[in-house]
C-alpha cells in the first residue's frame, strides 16, 4: 500500500513492525515475511544511516527501533499507524499478531 511512497514493499514491512513491536530484530522480520535476510538487513542499515532508526545489541541480537533524536519520528509513527489502519485482516493476522518473545511467568 505504502510502498511506492517509501519506495519499496519491504522498507514498508520493516517500518510497520517497528511501530508495531516497538523493536525489531533482522532474522525475525526476514523469517516473518519469507524475504532473504541480506534484504531486509540492507534497508535496516539504510533507515539507520538516514538516521530514522538507530540499533543497539542484546546480547548477540541487533534491536531496531524508531529513534527518538529523528525530527519526523512523531509524524512517520502517525502515518504508519494510520497505514496499518487500512491493512487487511489477513495480512494483520499473518504478520503482525504473532507473540515475539515467550511470556515470562511470575513477573
Same mark, same amino acid.
Not at 500500500?1 to 510497520?16: D, S, V
Given at each position: 500500500?505504502?510502498?511506492?511512497?517509501?519506495?519499496?514493499?519491504? @522498507?514498508?514491512?520493516?517500518?510497520?513492525s517497528v511501530e508495531r513491536y516497538?523493536?525489531?530484530?533482522?532474522?525475525?522480520?526476514?523469517?516473518?515475511?519469507?524475504?532473504? @535476510?541480506?534484504?531486509?538487513q540492507r534497508q535496516l542499515r539504510k533507515m539507520e544511516e538516514s538516521g530514522v532508526l538507530v540499533s543497539r545489541f542484546y546480547g548477540k541480537v541487533r534491536l531496531y527501533e524508531f529513534n527518538p533524536r529523528y525530527p519526523l519520528a512523531n509524524e512517520l509513527k502517525n502515518l504508519l499507524r494510520k497505514a496499518f489502519d487500512f491493512l487487511p485482516k489477513k495480512d494483520i493476522e499473518k504478520y503482525y499478531m504473532k507473540r515475539r518473545r515467550p511470556r515470562l511467568y511470575g513477573k
Open positions: 500500500m505504502m510502498g511506492n511512497i517509501f519506495g519499496n514493499q519491504t @522498507l514498508e514491512k520493516i517500518l510497520l516497538g523493536q525489531i530484530y533482522a532474522s525475525d522480520t526476514a523469517k516473518t515475511f519469507d524475504m532473504p @535476510l541480506y534484504c531486509v
